[in-house]
């Protein structure tokens, strides 16, 4: 009996031994506190999650580095600079930089060169020469240069031609940075993990420059969880700042996560038992917000939880805390853009003078064709100087003997020319605080890009003779004390407008009453587009915005709110505010070949009558529309007295998402509308939008994407409503009737003409009672 009783005992001894060695963590809180030491009930502060460290044998981890996948490197000269956030163990432990590209066959590879910073130290100074495929340069990097938070990160190209002289010839050279072959690759086993709440800025990107979120919450469809779980996403959002970022829910998969994705789990133990068995103890008496290992994959996941829901809403404010440092009420000095450009791009509010070195930017001399650098400043969402404005670049640069007359410097504002310099005169020149006026035509609520280029034309390069594409010899120069000057401008906004939106967060950002959020269903799709669309907001604002659900359009009244759903399942209400035709309810989306024979006969009628209308003097009258436009400039949207009210809008076919934005009925709050024609285009065609290089081509009244062709499209605001944001003061009313009457040039030249003859009339009148009469 005692042998059969000690052969069970080492029986279970041993088969203990591997389910020990699977518990990577303790997950015993480091500092309990006293209510809990004294067992008397649960914590008010979410318990921290902290992982014990587990060296092992594992291949080395990858930070992808490129922030919006693929990079071009254009033209003969390119400098990019951004950063990438390590965490204490990345940043300590060693790593490699890995660079593969591939460029175009005109590039000379004995005098083009492809360069590598990190933290402003050279890591690579490599001859461009790789043609016919991609190759892949690894370097080591010096000990102790990483370090700990965000890491300058610049790629330098300078390309010539093989053998053309021409300026056309310097749009052929490229150099093409493979996403996928470009990252920091660590060698250690801690690298991997995340610890701290911080460590969540170190997420960063996959191989096509995207960042994901994947939450996991098994009590998706719980009603109260909705609000908890947009407030999670917005504080992540605005924690990670990367340029790219999307969410998606489910209820029960969690599979391996990637590099630049991170699995959040949200739920109560009982929840969440299933899915991950090493939770936290002190999540069944407390709210716990922290990362731990998932010892099916060995990656890091982030578990919000608590024994309640209201103890998870607890948790969750915890994380989103600090990224309510800038409040509606705060005004920012920068707009953070040092993810996907460095550096932060400065907010000006009003008169404001930069020098170069403040952006950035470097004395830098050439010895090409073509020279293009560009910075970023930001504006805020009343800005309102579209029609008259102009800024002012004092360019301090020098051009050498060589240059021709006939070369020029240009500058483009959001990749719109803004403002053309000729160089007249030969013999070569210094240039100190050339004043060069950028028409503010162009600007946008957000961050712009401003982009200076100079174009060089030289006696050699008609020539050509061999070798010449290859002189070192500066024929011009651009220098770090020239200053971008940005005047006052008028401070006043207008609704609706997606570009306010997109690039501010606005008004929702500067609101201090919770938005109205309606969801036509709560269901992974929807709640993924909630969240990411969301999340885009919270980016541009600064800070997340609070948010509360309707189940119910009644409910909201005149209040701000979104709503996101199906077209179809949207209120009559909304579509009719929105200017959005009924009929699109039930006909976006459908297959058009089953509406071939389905014309009307009122749609017959108006088709035969635009072609009556049309023939010869319309098209007569469009060509000198276009040429008066091209010329002077003005439009016959700008020859009117009153604003043209807004026609009824029908998205096409191809359309998979629509966003609309209006006033609420009675003008004291604005709607947004975020529909599509299912729950997954939903999903998807959000998800595509949020892509930085699409969202900030959001603007007007209606803005459609297309995800088939990623083509965005936007219906221009005809009628739209003043809404002040600045204490009344007569300069900037002064400033706000400029920019009003240089829209609406026919109200000026009318108003100007009845002054004209009032003063006509006040001098006759004064004439007639001075001087001798008879």
Same mark, same amino acid.
């Given at each position: 009996?005692?042998?059969s009783v000690l052969l069970a005992l080492i029986i279970l001894v041993l088969q203990s031994f591997p389910l020990r060695a699977q518990a990577p963590f303790d997950m015993t809180p480091?500092?309990?506190?006293?209510?809990?030491?004294?067992?008397?009930?649960?914590?008010?502060?979410?318990?921290?999650?902290?992982?014990?460290?587990?060296?092992?044998?594992?291949?080395?981890?990858?930070?992808?580095?490129?922030?919006?996948?693929?990079?071009?490197?254009?033209? %003969?000269?390119?400098?990019?600079?951004?950063?990438?956030?390590?965490?204490?163990?990345?940043?300590?432990?060693?790593?490699?930089?890995?660079?593969?590209?591939?460029?175009?066959?005109?590039?000379?590879?004995?005098v083009s060169r492809l360069s590598v910073e990190v933290n402003d130290a050279k890591i690579a100074d490599e001859a461009v020469r790789s043609p016919d495929s991609v190759s892949d340069?690894?370097?080591?990097?010096?000990?102790?240069?990483?370090?700990?938070?965000? +890491?300058?990160?610049?790629?330098?190209?300078?390309?010539?031609?093989?053998?053309?002289?021409?300026?056309?010839?310097?749009?052929?050279?490229?150099?093409?940075?493979?996403?996928? !072959?470009?990252?920091?690759?660590?060698?250690?086993?801690?690298?991997?993990?995340?610890?701290?709440?911080?460590?969540?800025?170190?997420?960063?990107?996959?191989?096509?420059?995207?960042?994901?979120?994947?939450?996991?919450?098994?009590?998706?469809?719980?009603?109260?969880?909705?609000?908890?779980?947009?407030?999670?996403?917005?504080?992540?959002?605005?924690?990670?700042?990367?340029?790219?970022?999307?969410?998606?829910?489910?209820?029960?998969?969690?599979?391996?996560?990637?590099?630049?994705?991170?699995? $959040?789990?949200?739920?109560?133990?009982?929840?969440?038992?299933?899915?991950?068995?090493?939770?936290?103890? =002190?999540?069944?008496?407390?709210?716990?917000?922290?990362?731990?290992?998932?010892? /099916?994959?060995?990656?890091?996941?982030? $578990? $919000?939880?608590?024994?309640?829901?209201?103890?998870?809403?607890?948790?969750?404010?915890?994380?989103?805390?600090?990224?309510?440092?800038?409040?509606?009420?705060?005004?920012?000095?920068?707009?953070?853009?040092?993810?996907?450009?460095?550096?932060?791009?400065?907010?000006?509010?009003?008169?404001?003078?930069?020098?170069?070195?403040?952006?950035?930017? !470097?004395?830098?001399?050439?010895?090409?064709?073509?020279?293009?650098?560009?910075?970023?400043?930001?504006?805020?969402?009343?800005?309102?100087? +579209?029609?008259?404005?102009?800024?002012?670049?004092?360019?301090?640069?020098?051009?050498?003997?060589?240059?021709?007359?006939?070369?020029?410097?240009?500058?483009?504002?959001?990749?719109?020319?803004?403002?053309?310099?000729?160089?007249?005169?030969?013999?070569?020149?210094?240039?100190?605080?050339?004043?060069?006026?950028?028409?503010?035509?162009?600007?946008?609520?957000?961050?712009?890009?401003?982009?200076?280029?100079?174009?060089?034309?030289?006696?050699?390069?008609?020539?050509?003779?061999?070798?010449?594409?290859?002189?070192?010899?500066?024929?011009?120069?651009?220098?770090?004390?020239?200053?971008?000057?940005?005047?006052?401008?008028?401070?006043?906004?207008?609704?609706?407008?997606?570009?306010?939106?997109?690039?501010?967060?606005?008004?929702?950002?500067?609101?201090?009453?919770?938005?109205?959020?309606?969801?036509?269903?709560?269901?992974?799709?929807?709640?993924?587009?909630?969240?990411?669309?969301?999340?885009?907001?919270?980016?541009?604002?600064?800070?997340?915005?609070?948010?509360?659900?309707?189940?119910?359009?009644?409910?909201?009244?005149?209040?701000?709110?979104?709503?996101?759903?199906?077209?179809?399942?949207?209120?009559?209400?909304?579509?009719?505010?929105?200017?959005?035709?009924? /009929?699109?309810?039930?006909?976006?989306?459908?297959?058009?070949?089953?509406?071939?024979?389905?014309?009307?006969? %009122?749609?017959?009628?108006?088709?035969?009558?635009? !072609?009556?209308?049309?023939?010869?003097?319309?098209?007569?009258?469009?060509?000198?529309?276009?040429?008066?436009?091209? +010329?002077?400039?003005?439009?016959?949207?700008?020859?009117?007295?009153?604003?043209? =009210?807004?026609?009824?809008?029908?998205?096409?076919?191809?359309?998979?998402?629509?966003?609309?934005?209006?006033?609420?009925?009675?003008?004291?709050?604005?709607?947004?509308?975020?529909?599509?024609?299912?729950?997954?285009?939903?999903?998807?065609?959000?998800?595509?939008?949020?892509?930085?290089?699409?969202?900030?081509?959001?603007?007007?009244?209606?803005?459609?994407?297309?995800?088939?062709? !990623?083509?965005?499209?936007?219906?221009?605001?005809?009628?739209?409503?003043?809404?002040?944001?600045?204490? /009344?003061?007569?300069?900037?009313?002064?400033?706000?009737?400029?920019?009003?009457?240089?829209?609406?040039?026919?109200?000026?030249?009318?108003?100007?003409?009845?002054?004209?003859?009032?003063?006509?009339?006040?001098?006759?009148?004064?004439?007639?009672?001075?001087?001798?009469?008879?």
């Amino acid at each position: 009996m005692m042998k059969s009783v000690l052969l069970a005992l080492i029986i279970l001894v041993l088969q203990s031994f591997p389910l020990r060695a699977q518990a990577p963590f303790d997950m015993t809180p480091e500092q309990p506190t006293a209510e809990e030491e004294t067992g008397n009930g649960a914590a008010s502060q979410p318990a921290v999650v902290t992982p014990t460290a587990q060296p092992s044998e594992t291949e080395a981890f990858k930070r992808y580095l490129l922030p919006n996948g693929n990079l071009d490197l254009n033209g %003969e000269f390119e400098d990019r600079a951004w950063s990438v956030y390590l965490t204490p163990q990345q940043a300590a432990t060693g790593a490699k930089l890995n660079l593969g590209y591939q460029n175009s066959i005109f590039v000379a590879p004995e005098v083009s060169r492809l360069s590598v910073e990190v933290n402003d130290a050279k890591i690579a100074d490599e001859a461009v020469r790789s043609p016919d495929s991609v190759s892949d340069l690894s370097f080591n990097l010096p000990k102790d240069l990483l370090k700990p938070g965000s +890491n300058l990160i610049r790629l330098r190209a300078h390309q010539r031609h093989r053998t053309d002289c021409t300026i056309e010839s310097t749009f052929q050279l490229w150099s093409n940075v493979d996403a996928e !072959k470009t990252y920091l690759s660590f060698s250690g086993s801690d690298a991997q993990g995340l610890q701290s709440l911080d460590d969540i800025r170190a997420i960063g990107v996959d191989d096509n420059g995207l960042t994901r979120f994947n939450f996991v919450v098994p009590a998706l469809e719980q009603p109260s969880a909705t609000i908890p779980l947009m407030r999670l996403a917005q504080g992540l959002a605005v924690f990670a700042d990367m340029p790219n970022q999307s969410f998606s829910f489910n209820t029960r998969s969690m599979a391996g996560t990637k590099p630049g994705e991170l699995t $959040v789990l949200v739920g109560t133990p009982a929840e969440l038992q299933p899915l991950l068995a090493s939770l936290p103890a =002190s999540a069944s008496s407390g709210p716990v917000a922290g990362f731990v290992e998932d010892p /099916a994959t060995g990656s890091p996941v982030f $578990v $919000v939880s608590g024994p309640t829901w209201q103890a998870i809403g607890t948790a969750i404010e915890s994380v989103v805390a600090p990224t309510e440092v800038t409040g509606p009420a705060t005004r920012r000095d920068v707009i953070t853009t040092q993810r996907w450009h460095s550096p932060d791009a400065p907010f000006l509010f009003s008169d404001t003078r930069l020098r170069f070195s403040q952006l950035g930017f !470097k004395t830098e001399e050439f010895s090409g064709r073509r020279f293009r650098t560009d910075f970023t400043v930001g504006v805020p969402a009343d800005f309102y100087a +579209n029609a008259y404005g102009e800024a002012v670049i004092l360019l301090d640069a020098a051009y050498s003997p060589t240059v021709l007359p006939g070369s020029h410097i240009d500058i483009y504002v959001n990749g719109n020319i803004a403002s053309t310099v000729p160089i007249t005169s030969s013999g070569g020149g210094i240039l100190r605080q050339l004043p060069i006026n950028v028409t503010m035509r162009h600007f946008r609520p957000g961050v712009n890009t401003i982009t200076i280029e100079a174009i060089l034309e030289t006696e050699d390069d008609k020539l050509c003779a061999p070798g010449a594409t290859g002189s070192e010899t500066p024929r011009f120069a651009l220098f770090d004390s020239s200053e971008f000057h940005m005047p006052d401008f008028a401070r006043i906004a207008q609704l609706p407008n997606l570009a306010a939106s997109a690039g501010t967060g606005f008004p929702y950002g500067r609101s201090q009453d919770a938005t109205r959020l309606y969801l036509d269903r709560i269901d992974a799709d929807t709640l993924s587009a909630a969240a990411t669309f969301l999340g885009r907001l919270a980016v541009g604002a600064g800070h997340p915005i609070p948010v509360e659900t309707v189940a119910s359009p009644a409910l909201i009244g005149s209040r701000s709110a979104i709503f996101i759903g199906a077209l179809s399942q949207m209120p009559q209400t909304v579509l009719t505010q929105m200017n959005i035709a009924e /009929a699109s309810r039930t006909t976006w989306g459908s297959d058009p070949g089953g509406q071939a024979d389905a014309v009307t006969t %009122e749609a017959a009628v108006d088709a035969w009558r635009e !072609k009556l209308r049309g023939g010869v003097w319309a098209g007569w009258i469009t060509a000198f529309e276009d040429w008066v436009k091209r +010329n002077f400039d003005i439009s016959l949207s700008s020859l009117r007295f009153a604003p043209v =009210s807004e026609s009824s809008f029908t998205p096409s076919n191809e359309t998979s998402l629509l966003v609309a934005q209006s006033a609420s009925l009675d003008g004291s709050g604005t709607w947004s509308l975020v529909a599509a024609p299912t729950g997954k285009d939903l999903h998807e065609s959000v998800q595509a939008l949020s892509a930085q290089d699409t969202w900030m081509q959001l603007a007007g009244h209606i803005t459609t994407y297309q995800r088939g062709t !990623k083509t965005v499209e936007t219906v221009p605001i005809n009628d739209f409503d003043f809404v002040e944001t600045q204490p /009344a003061s007569l300069s900037n009313y002064r400033l706000i009737a400029a920019n009003w009457l240089s829209t609406n040039i026919l109200t000026y030249a009318v108003l100007l003409t009845a002054l004209s003859v009032l003063l006509g009339l006040a001098t006759a009148m004064l004439l007639n009672n001075l001087g001798r009469r008879e």
